[in-house]
């Protein structure tokens, strides 16, 4: 994450991990004292490697893809060349195809393809997989996919209260969202994006908070 969330920490409930990659955010939910902790993961290594590591605590752990609709899709798996290879192996992994990233970052490559079961949070809600009122935050980190996950996501979305997101600004990846695009989605559900870190230039991080109602 390129921002420090510590301070937005104790006002969390319960936190939906979307794109969790090896659960690098994990332990300070837990030492924050979030209670409701889920994570979605779709790639097995991943999924393995967030298995092993947290097998003593207590998270719920998905390995599917969300989305906004439930269907089967090939997802593009990257690669790392360069020191830290382990770490950085599948961060820039997608279910879209990428496009300025191969010029970004000419180190990352995408070399593999696996197919993936993609479903959403109001099919997992109505499938009593999952309680929306559970949870008031969401970390979305899909690579270009986000805005997908938040249409699929209409039953949560009035029950949370922040949102930690990547955004875009260019066409990383083919078909990706720019960030106005969901500024607008999320204004529907009276959301503002309060902080935006471009640390990626093409792309970023941004937090949206809901605002307060009369």
């Excluded at 994450?1 to 991990?17: F, I, S, T, W």
């Excluded at 990233?101 to 999952?130: G, M, R």
């Excluded at 949102?163 to 106005?180: K, L």
Aim: glycine fraction near 6%.
């Amino acid at each position: 994450m390129l921002m420090n969330l510590e301070n937005l920490y104790p006002h969390v409930r319960g936190v939906l991990h979307i794109g969790a990659h090896h659960g690098q955010e994990v332990r300070q939910y837990i030492d924050s004292g979030i209670k409701n902790i889920a994570l979605f993961e779709p790639v097995p290594e991943h999924v393995e490697k967030i298995t092993e590591d947290f097998r003593d605590d207590d998270i719920t752990l998905y390995q599917v893809a969300l989305g906004s609709e439930e269907k089967t899709m090939q997802m593009n798996v990257s690669d790392f060349e360069g020191q830290n290879a382990e770490l950085y192996k599948g961060m820039s992994t997608s279910l879209l195809k990428p496009s300025i990233h191969l010029e970004q970052y000419p180190h990352i490559k995408f070399n593999e393809s696996i197919e993936v079961e993609v479903t959403t949070l109001d099919i997992l809600a109505e499938e009593d997989e999952i309680v929306p009122e559970d949870f008031n935050f969401m970390n979305i980190d899909v690579q270009g996919y986000e805005l997908e996950v938040m249409k699929g996501a209409s039953k949560f979305l009035p029950h949370i209260q922040f949102i930690y997101s990547e955004v875009n600004r260019a066409e990383v990846y083919e078909g990706c969202p720019m960030v106005e695009e969901i500024d607008q989605f999320l204004s529907e559900y009276n959301f503002e994006r309060v902080d935006t870190n471009w640390a990626g230039d093409t792309w970023g991080d941004a937090l949206y908070i809901k605002r307060k109602t009369q």
